[in-house]
């Protein structure tokens, strides 16, 4: 009788690094271009450490207020934390310094406060620019064109350093179903980077969460987000 696979965080942060690898290699890419964002909203400090301790190294916070709490907790240089979720204005001030990156960037003139707040503080803050790839109204993000409008002043503010974008494609039963939505926003991280504007690398590619993480990295994907398959479902 075949043993019996525990069900524990350890072992889904090893299925999902299982299958990130899987998919790398099926799109020809090699294992080290993706790299896991464990989201952790609502997420208790000692299942994050449980994560940590089987192989997490970067944790992505949704609100300021938790991270506050959450990032002295557990930064001691074992992991990068990045903030992922709906970032206000208001609350810029207390994020700079605190995340690696901020791949939440939906307008330029979040962009312009981040730059301000960073130049308070003497920090260069890296970002990714929020994309609402299927221009779904009730959604955040700069549109495609609206984006490449935007552009030529977001490269030259002087304390951010844009590092690439990121999308929600629109929901869907069916990952598969995504995949044109991740496609184009590589296509449209290829045109900016065309453009060779200073201070800015369309190196990363942040899109993909637990239903769909796979077929993001098939289309290019750099930076998964994943919650679910990792802590189970939340109620929040």
Not at 47 to 73: D, H, T, W
Not at 125 to 146: C, H, M, R, S
Not at 171 to 177: H, L, N
Not at 219 to 234: M, S
Request: aromatic letters at 4%; hydrophobic letters at 45%; one cysteine or more.
């Amino acid at each position: 009788m075949e043993s019996l696979v525990r069900d524990t965080i350890e072992s889904r942060v090893h299925s999902v690094l299982a299958k990130i690898r899987s998919a790398t290699e099926k799109a020809g890419r090699p294992a080290v271009s993706v790299r896991l964002v464990a989201a952790t909203k609502t997420v208790a400090i000692p299942q994050i450490m449980e994560g940590v301790q089987a192989g997490l190294s970067i944790l992505g916070e949704n609100r300021v207020q938790e991270a506050l709490a959450k990032v002295p907790a557990l930064k001691q240089g074992l992991v990068q934390w990045h903030f992922i979720g709906q970032l206000q204005r208001r609350k810029v001030r207390s994020v700079i310094g605190l995340f690696d990156l901020i791949h939440s960037v939906d307008s330029l003139e979040l962009a312009r406060e981040i730059d301000r707040r960073a130049g308070d503080a003497g920090h260069r803050q890296d970002v990714l620019l929020e994309i609402n790839i299927g221009n779904e109204p009730t959604k955040a993000g700069f549109l495609p064109e609206q984006v490449r409008q935007a552009m030529p002043e977001m490269a030259c503010l002087s304390y951010v350093r844009i590092r690439g974008l990121m999308a929600i494609p629109p929901p869907t039963a069916d990952p598969d179903s995504a995949r044109p939505y991740f496609r184009k926003l590589n296509e449209l991280a290829r045109m900016i980077d065309a453009q060779h504007f200073p201070s800015v690398k369309m190196e990363e590619l942040s899109m993909g969460m637990s239903g769909d993480y796979e077929v993001a990295i098939e289309e290019g994907a750099t930076l998964v987000r994943v919650g679910t398959a990792i802590f189970g479902a939340r109620h929040v």
